[in-house]
């Protein structure tokens, strides 16, 4: 779920936030101005973004990612784990 709020209400409210975010995937959007400024997220989510640009800006994983793709789409076989790792 993501909240929206002022800055100085989220300042008001910062412990109160922080707990809310700390354990779920809820993000708050701060504005200031009324304008977005600033975005609490939980730590988690924050690092599953990081890992997401990290394979979107690797030229070759995205290039593996872009043949697979077109191979599942042709028919391609897909395996579980298990089958391959047995």
Known sequence: MTKTLKASEAKTRFYELLKGIQNREDQVIVTREGEPAAVLLNYREF?????????????????????????????GRLYTHKEVFG
């Open 47 to 75: 690092e599953s973004l990081i890992e997401t640009l990290e394979v979107l800006s690797d030229p070759k994983a995205m290039e593996r990612i872009r043949r697979n793709r077109a191979y599942i789409k042709r028919g």
